[in-house]
């Protein structure tokens, strides 16, 4: 397996601390197990997770009236942060046209980023690359067949080709914008967010059992640090939320970049 | 000829080390200016700030290689 961290060697005899490693992302399948559909309890969180969104929302926008009720209130101003993010850089029509995958990719991150602080399940659903990668897939595939429907012949010219250069240098330019646009532009979408999560879920791992060692295991003064370790493991989930936010918000933001680049007009 | 010194344990976290300090002080070229013109024309912060956060999402495009190709490189399962 692969140990991120080293366990600490004691050649005393007091107890020893074992860190988190990579194993964390990988609990014992509890649901239909030996068949392709075996769930482990990551797998339940995001099944939960996508179940509690739908009805979230379902709940919000039926019976809509014109003066909006709390909670219908709430879910608008909610759905106004991608559909903002959507015309401020699509204008109103394209906008319009991709707001329904701007705003899933916007609250199926936002949701499943926020599982990792939510005490019961405690591991974000986006820390393995499985849900990342489908986001990403989906992104890179909405703006290819954005830009071939609107420049169909040209869409790939304009991208690997780009015009006003001069011609020998097409050389060294076609393969950095191949390789820039084609293959960066979704490997990037996909780590940035898995990265993000797995890295904030190890921190805040290793801060809850350092602190469970420091007060558990140790005692006498070592008591103090634990309490102070605590005291880091509620700023990390501060952290963490955050983190949550704006991995969501960058995310669809990217998405709607590479739209806007991909549905250029060339000047 | 016996050996002077050695090294044990992971260098895939050199590495990562290695290469986190250029995105790093890329983002912060690219925060750093977003705040220098935002005090310089703070009516346009909203639109300056969706452009950082496009700047910081290219420039830490190579950190988050950086951590993968651990994983990449390695035939850890």
Not at chain 1, 125 to 154: N, Q, R
Not at chain 1, 186 to 203: A, C, E, I, Q
Not at chain 2, 55 to 76: D, M, P, R, V
Request: glycine residues 10%; hydrophobic residues 55%.
């Amino acid at each position: 397996m692969l140990p991120l961290l080293a366990t600490a060697d004691d050649t005393g005899d007091g107890p020893t601390f074992v860190g988190p490693s990579v194993e964390e992302f990988f609990p014992e399948p509890v649901l239909f197990i030996g068949s392709p559909f075996e769930m482990n309890r990551i797998m339940i969180i995001r099944v939960l997770v996508a179940l509690i969104v739908i009805l979230v929302f379902w709940l919000g926008t039926r019976r809509m009236k014109i003066v909006p009720t709390r909670f219908q209130a709430a879910i608008e101003y909610l759905l106004a942060v991608p559909r903002n993010i959507g015309t401020d850089l699509l204008g109103e029509k394209d906008g319009a046209r991709f707001l329904p995958l701007l705003t899933t990719i916007f609250f199926v991150v936002i949701s499943a980023n926020f599982t990792g602080i939510i005490p019961p399940a405690n591991i974000a659903s986006t820390s393995l690359i499985g849900l990342p990668m489908i986001l990403a897939i989906v992104s890179y595939v909405t703006f290819i067949y954005a830009g071939i429907k609107k420049h169909p012949g040209a869409f790939f010219k304009n991208a690997l080709f780009p015009p006003g250069v001069p011609k020998p240098l097409y050389l060294i330019v076609t393969p950095i914008e191949f390789v820039s646009t084609f293959v960066l532009r979704p490997v990037t979408l996909t780590l940035r967010l898995l990265m993000n999560m797995l890295v904030g879920h190890l921190l805040l791992v290793l801060f809850f059992l350092a602190t469970n060692f420091f007060i558990v295991e140790l005692s006498g003064g070592w008591t103090a640090v634990g309490v102070g370790i605590l005291g880091f493991a509620f700023a990390w989930s501060g952290f963490e939320i955050l983190v949550a936010v704006l991995q969501a918000y960058v995310f669809t933001l990217l998405t709607a970049v590479y739209l806007q680049l991909a549905l250029a007009d060339e000047h | 000829m016996s050996v002077i010194a050695e090294l044990s344990g992971n260098v895939a976290t050199i590495g990562y080390g290695l290469a986190a300090i250029g995105p790093a002080i890329g983002v912060g070229i690219v925060v750093g200016k977003t705040i220098e013109s935002v005090a310089r024309q703070p009516e346009l912060q909203g639109r300056l700030t969706v452009l950082m956060y496009i700047g910081i999402a290219f420039t830490e495009a190579l950190a988050f290689i950086g951590i993968a190709t651990y994983f990449i490189f390695t035939q850890g399962q």
